[in-house]
């Protein structure tokens, strides 16, 4: 059986298809190249500077995180004088923009919210609150705690009478120790908001600012009135909440004498209420459901 003629002529035309469009490929490739070796020259010596730019286009209004922005080396000459370098990213972390910002641009004191003035109020989620109260030496873990950080709070009080309003029925009245919030975010510490401290030194101060929701800003407006508030440094990657339950100084000797988890002081909830103000007793009710930030 006699094979099928091919036409030379549409050989030739489909060879020099495959041709010219390799001949394009390698043309392109040999300008890129050369497009290259020339910028390297033009900037071979020259000193860069890294700055901050946006990773993605973002709007008014959108705050500033790890992932939105960027670093990028560039030639001396051509920084801005308000742009905002690596080391400045402490400052800006979930502050606002003021103005758009396109992929790819440098980010500058003028698209935030304060101008380069650090606005505290940005650094809130939508719906919560900054809550600062003052702290003792344990409770600024020795001066070590650092915005960012986040801590647990136990609350140290009296419990309510038997017979209260709140309808609870201590075991006796010692005080009781529970968790009262997991997981809380500081904001600052004294006035600082930066979170790293570049000589590697202590810092003293006497007060913290905790971002709370405005439930739990009430809990521990009334906590601090009725007793006494202990922080707990959290690991950073920690996010579970404290489930520890209340305990008193008898369930603390009966846990290590008998060598178990030992005896908790039990409360029976109940009776009426219709409070709609926070009181110590709620706390206690509370402290099982306490919000996970």
Known sequence: MALPRINKNWLFFGLAILLGFGAIYLSNSLLRQRMQDIEAEAHKGERTQKVIVASHDMKIGDALGQKDLA?????????????????????????????????????????????????????????W?????????????????????????????????AGGSGGFNPVSQQDVTLPLLSNVRVLATGTSLTKRDANGQTHSFSTITLEVSPLDADRVIVAKSGGHLTALLREPKDDAQNKTRAMTTDSLVAGSTNNGPGRYVEYIVGGGGGIAATTV???????NGSAVH
């Not at 007793?281 to 402290?287: E, I, K, V």
């Open 71 to 127: 670093i990028r080396a560039v030639p001396e000459q051509w920084v801005h004088s308000t742009a905002l370098h690596p080391e400045d990213f402490v400052d800006v972390e979930n502050q606002r923009l003021a103005s758009p910002l396109k992929r790819g641009e440098t980010l500058l004191q003028s698209h935030l919210e304060g101008k380069g003035t650090t606005v505290f109020s940005a650094t809130l989620q939508k719906g």
């Open 281 to 287: 007793t709620q706390l206690a009710q509370g402290a």
């Open 129 to 161: 609150r900054a809550l600062t109260f003052e702290v003792d030496d344990v409770n600024s873990i020795s001066g070590m705690l650092r915005p960012g950080d986040r801590i647990d709070l136990i609350y140290t009080g009296k419990p309510p009478s």
